[in-house]
């Protein structure tokens, strides 16, 4: 525990429920985990554009970066003092000035299948509808079920809950890390299997300025060491694939074993948007060579590849 925390914070964050839900679990983290008198916590929800943007794909809006452009601004300008981000939302690259200081213990890493018309991906009847904005997301679905449907669904989770109620998709998917904050894992008729999720799902990134180094001291409570190496493993696989929302990728980290002698799993993918081809690649070695090895897989795959599978 650090010494009394004296100083406002000002947690800046997206304004969608599942966004306050992650902010507001940072707020209970920093009062029990770091010792932050509650009243010195305020969050600050923002609209980013990747919120404003419902009519197409993130691909066709400019792709990563969407989702925390306003609120790293917010950071820059002092307007607050942490952002709080869905990793699986940030670019490989950070504005400068700006670090990520902790990733508190990750949430359930998998995608969950809902529908009101099926009990799983399997269940669906040939011709039918999943609707979802995730290139990676269609890839895999065509891969698994290439007699199905794919239509574009957009928007915050009620959002798209509402609208496939309204019968604008027979399924979808939604992450049960966000299910499982906002108290609605009921609705997840499962996980899906045979999906590898996006780079860095489940987990939460903290980003601070570089130059506070007494907040830096303080985001050390609410670091998980695990959660860290898997992200920092999965973000350098993202980066040696110049990843961002042009091609359908995945990949995941596993860590486990005793703190110090720690092994990492790790597995990803690339795909064709329509799912006929797949590269896949899984690497295991010490945790504590992660990084390097994320880097290795998603080098591996760009050989395999090829140039033209990553031409825009």
């Known amino acids: ?65 969407l989702f925390t452009k306003e609120i790293e601004e917010a950071l820059l300008e002092r307007r607050a003092d942490v952002a709080v981000h869905s990793m699986k939302d940030a670019p490989t690259e950070t504005p400068a000035g700006l670090v990520f200081a902790a990733h508190p213990p990750r949430e359930d890493v998998r995608d969950a299948f809902v529908s009101t018309k099926a009990a799983s991906l399997t269940d669906l009847p040939p011709g039918a509808t999943v609707g979802t904005a995730s290139l990676r997301r269609q890839a895999q679905t065509l891969r698994l079920r290439p007699d199905l449907k794919v239509a574009l669904l957009r928007g915050n989770v009620q959002t798209r809950l509402k609208r496939l109620e309204e019968g ?58 695990r959660t860290g190496l898997e992200v920092a493993a999965e973000r350098a696989f993202l980066a040696a694939l110049d990843g961002s929302c042009r091609t359908p990728l995945a990949g995941l980290a596993r860590v486990g074993g005793e703190e110090g002698r720690e092994r990492l799993r790790f597995e990803g993918e690339i795909l064709t948007p329509d799912g006929r081809i797949r590269h896949h690649v899984m690497l295991e070695g010490a945790a504590s060579e992660g990084e390097a090895m994320g880097r290795r897989a998603g080098e591996i795959l760009k050989a395999h590849g090829g140039p033209d599978f990553f031409a825009p």
């Open 168 to 225: 604008a998709a027979d399924a979808t998917y939604l992450a049960m890390a966000g299910l499982n904050r906002l108290g609605l894992a009921h609705l997840a008729r499962g996980p899906v299997e045979g999906m590898l999720p996006a780079v860095a799902q489940g987990a939460l990134g903290l980003q601070i300025r570089a130059e506070d180094a007494e907040l830096a001291e303080l985001m050390r409570a609410l670091h998980c060491r």
């Open 1 to 65: 525990m650090t010494a009394l925390w004296t100083r406002p914070l000002v947690l800046a964050t997206r304004a969608s429920p599942l966004a306050m839900a992650q902010a507001e679990e940072t707020a209970r983290r920093l009062r029990a985990q770091a010792g932050v008198p509650a009243e010195l916590v305020t969050i600050l929800p923002l609209t980013t554009t990747g919120d404003r943007i419902q009519d197409r794909s993130l691909n066709a809006a400019g792709g990563k970066g």
